[in-house]
């Protein structure tokens, strides 16, 4: 069974770097047919894509939040990180992590999702 999991701090004060990792199970973040990415949802609005991490390890970022994003991996741990500097207020969010499956499209698996507060 494909498991993901967020982790990381659920407060960040403001222009700090914002930094969670997702640890997967019951699959490999190295298999070719997926891609592996982040997704939030800020209180009271719908869900943003921010960016996702290909097999080769390539990165593909939300334009909006490209200047400030960056995703990582570990393939060892099999898992993947997302840093999101100088972060404000409106960074505030549900952060989930997800995988896309290529083929078909659409995520197939999230995780639980996890609260990220940015205030002083």
């Known amino acids: 069974q494909v498991q993901l999991q967020e982790s990381g701090p659920g407060l960040v004060k403001p222009s700090q770097t914002l930094s969670l990792t997702c640890s997967v199970s019951g699959a490999t973040i190295t298999d070719t047919r997926y891609f592996w990415s982040w997704i939030r949802q800020p209180p009271g609005k719908g869900l943003e894509w921010i960016g996702h991490m290909t097999i080769i390890g390539s990165t593909y970022c939300s334009p909006s939040l490209e200047s400030r994003t960056s995703i990582s991996r570990d393939t060892a741990k099999n898992q993947f990180a997302l840093h999101l500097s100088s972060v404000t207020p409106e960074d505030t969010a549900v952060y989930y992590c997800?995988?896309?499956?290529?083929?078909?499209?659409?995520?197939?698996?999230w995780g639980q999702g996890t609260q990220v507060t940015v205030s002083s």
């Open positions: 997800a995988r896309y499956e290529t083929r078909g499209g659409g995520y197939d698996y």
